[in-house]
């Protein structure tokens, strides 16, 4: 959306969530609980567009503090009934403390790699969180995950799918606007500068390395704070939560609607899920449809579905006179 | 969770056979994971599809069974079948589209869903195994040992195969034109050897391996839907430690996640996938081009 100013981006993604916070009680408690899993997976999505659209790293492990969050949260709530109450507050911190403290480490091994080694560390490392969850049975049940109690109780019942999606949906927002201001800082402008020309930055003094690691441990922390909601959104967890293919929707989500965009890796998480979890229940082709997205989107569309409007308006531009491309801003 | 028994001569049991399942396992990868390696080396491809080629060579081979009645005959069948799919993937959709991880991972990703509804389709969603012919399925009783010929035949496979890929690379014209493509693409079509064939021969020989891999591993993991994305992780483990676009590589990553599945799983069932993993993240940390991997 290169041609809209700032401001009525701005405006446009307000009204988005406005509508979504309005028209969501009004769809049934189906789609009410469908959209705030899409809304958690928006969140697991954006923090993934900090390294892939905003830092250039493409990873495919993500899933792995989406596991470490859940995980947190189910382990607290079953083995000692802790985040069931005001403590959810202190599960969410601990949660993204620990998504953030997994991305520490594993930064330090995965940051020095660059393009498929990049790939291909981090789906080790992705593997390491699936293998625990797997096998660990005592800690984490193995095969059959963990059930949660409940949904947390603080003033209001959480229990409640429509109460539930407030507070899911408030994080979201929440986590739109401060990664907003991230990629808008400073630190934010020089992780892109990283992504473009990467030499170019370290001989003007930046320490990539650096920029990069932080980069990471910020997805990290938003990954693991949706791992708490995923938990508390499902009542339950299990390795399939971690699985590689995890990882690789959420690179699909942020590619399918446009790296580097933000609301694209979230645009792309309300379509891969309603694409799997709705279509599904109507359809037994769902997963050609999954599929063809995949195959489709890579080879039409790599800019993604934020790309759609600017390509249209320089089409439009295009059509009636001919030959005045130059026109059409960049 | 050792070996249960202070018995030595148990505990020396335990040991071997541990050992020879690790190996027959390693065999198995061997097969799945050499054919990545080779891709990768040739064309820098990630191929996320590959355990998809695994899973249908296993349903490929069913169908031959059931319409033949004849295992012999279902081996070369999917291997054949699956190489053409390879081919097709790789003329129609990877050539074209570059040089750029991410859009090929996500679109060998892509395929691997729609080859598993595919597979779901035709084959239903019942976990099915590969009935070997008898000769294969009894075992030989050696030192005390009874040892299941079918994982004696994997071991042999493995190695014929093995050996005779080693030969085609380091000993015929072609072999040496695969390598030179490894080592540097560019150069190599410089010298006047058409990389693209190449890289068309290497894709449908490493689907045909991963094929045959499914239809030998058929026998002791099933024909399912889900192994495709199950044995994938581990095919790339393989090829991450012995080094991408080498076939020693392959060869002793395999023996190595072979060993130390077997091993894992034996000794500390809680972590043995990490203890499989942790080490490849870290090797690939500090030697990202894996133990044998040219770069």
Redesign the interface.
Known sequence: MAFLSTRRKLLTVLAILVIVVVVTPHTGPFLTLLITRALVFAILAMSLDIL?GFTGL?S?GQAAYLGVGAYLTAILATRYQFGLGWSFWAVIVLGALIGAASAAL?GL??I??T???F???T???G??V???A?????LTGGDNGLNLPGRPTFGVAMASDLNWFYLVFGFFAASLGILYLLVLSPFGRSLEGIREQEVRMRILGYNTWLHKYIAFVIAGAFGGLAGVLWATTNGHVSPEDV???TS?DA??MV?LGGSGTLVGGAIGAAAVLLLREYLSTLVP?W??A??????L???YL?GGLMSIPARMHQWRAREPRTGTLAAVPP | MGPRSGNGAVDGRFWLLQTFNGLSYGALLFLLGSGLSLI?GVM?I?N?AHGAYFLLGGYVALSVIWSTGSWALALPAAALAIAVVGILMERI?LRP?GFD???Q???T??????F??GA??IWGGDNMDITPPAALTRSVVVAGLHLPIYRIFMIVLAVVIGVALWLAMEKTRMGAAVRATVDDAQMARGVGIDTSRISMLIFALGSALAALGGVIGGAFLGVYPGLD?QI??IA??VV?IGGMGSLTGAAIGALVVGLADNFGKALF??????T???P???L??VK?TGLFGRE
């Open positions: 892939l493409a495919l594993f091994i995965a020095r790699a393009g498929v080694y790939l291909m560390i789906l080790a490392l593997q390491c699936w293998g625990l797997y096998r660990w049975n005592s699985v590689l293919t690789v690179l699909l590619v082709w997963q050609y999954l599929g063809g997205v995949y195959v989107t890579i080879l790599p | 990768f820098r990630v996320l959709f589209l991880p991410l859009r991972v996500l679109l990703v892509g395929f691997a869903f729609l598993q509804q779901l389709d994305f994938l992780p790339f483990a991450i069932p809680e972590i043995s996938y990490f499989l993993y942790a490849m993240a870290l690939l940390a990202p």
